[in-house]
């Protein structure tokens, strides 16, 4: 039984997987640790706004076949308030696009790729730990079939998620956690009805903000702001219908296409990032080292910059015996990430019903979205931020 890797990738999601898969086109031998079942990692729903160079990553890569044959292409996104709904066009300003294709899709895509690949992924594991990361030889142990194994490694690619074990291994005198809870979530449905409009809508009304998108031609996403304690199950479609209808019917006359509604759940809100994402052989990426809210729809586009970028630094580590970009891979990674936290920061405070905000703020709110959807210079800030900031 094989118990040495280049590369020892812990977390099957979006991070892990294209990590894998990228230093699979490099030559790099990797293996991909997962504590949950595949058949949850392929069945989790969240959302995926895909940015340009998400997109292009893909495609560059081979696995971006099906996105391109089902995924929606949007060259815009409204924001609706006072009744009225205002186009950002996303690309006539930027001569970029986004992809609406969920991130689930996403994982299908890779997990196919790495078999096909014979590339080695380990469902189901409990009780992972990493040791030595200070060292040359780091190795990670861990309990698979009721047995427990140890691999050694040159380097350990921590990508699994908030609540996984690797971002613990960097020496608490060494980290530095930043965060901001939100005191709002959102309450999400999965609506089985045609789409109602072509592109994504995000909503900001004194009851609240609320979202519209899409999953397929007969799958639609929705969102409304909520308190983060609520229970789903407790909510009537019939509620859920009169939220939604309220929040986001226009003087036009422009209605929301009502249908079976088949999932419902809370989403908490929060930002968060870590600091430094490596320490020894140990490098974070994803949701391990940050969390944005979701209305900026940065998570996965985050994840997929922070493991583009450390297949490049392996790649050159590997093959040019240069450390360089290693060194260099948190500082780097993370000016890329705080644009992402303070566009989705901004995005959040601006549409949002902010509980503790004075009527004066409340007014200020408002005088910045007419801003936005009135000046081009503003619309381009908000457009180039959401395609998402070129690759470097």
Known sequence: MRTHYPVVIVGAGPAGLLLSHLLHLQGIESIVLESRSREAVESTIRAGVLEQ????????????????????????????????????????????AITVYAQHEVIKDLIAAREAAQGEILFEVSDVSVHDVDSTQP???FTVGGQTRRLNCDFIAGCDGFHGVCRAAVPSD??????????????????????????????AHERGFALISTRSPMVQRMYFQCDPAERAETWSDERIW??????????DGW????GRIFQKGVIAMRSFVATPM???????????????????????????????????????FFHRDTEGALKGYSEAALKRIWRAEHFSYWMTRMLHRLDDASP?????????????????????????????????
């Open 242 to 251: 009169h939220e939604l209808h309220t929040r986001t019917e226009s003087d």
């Open 174 to 203: 060494v980290r530095n956690e930043y965060q901001r809870v939100y005191p709002f979530g959102w309450f999400g449905v999965l609506v089985e009805a045609p789409p109602s409009s072509d592109e994504l809508i995000y909503a």
């Open 139 to 141: 190795s990670v142990q």
């Open 53 to 96: 160079g998400t997109m292009d990553i893909l495609n560059e890569t081979g696995v971006g076949e099906r996105m391109r044959r089902e995924g929606a292409v949007h060259h815009g996104i409204e924001l609706a308030f006072g009744g009225a709904r205002h186009r950002i066009a996303l690309t006539e300003l930027t001569g970029r």
């Open 360 to 392: 004066f703020e409340q007014k200020m709110q408002r005088a910045e979205l007419e801003y936005v959807v009135s000046s081009r210079a503003a619309s381009m800030t908000l457009a180039e931020n959401y395609v998402g900031l070129p690759l470097a």
């Open 255 to 258: 209605r929301l296409k009502e």
């Open 278 to 316: 490596q320490h020894g052989r140990l490098f974070l990426a994803g949701d391990a080292a940050h969390i944005v809210p979701p209305t900026g729809a940065k998570g996965m586009n985050l994840a997929v910059a922070d493991v583009w970028r450390l297949a490049r630094a392996l790649d050159d």
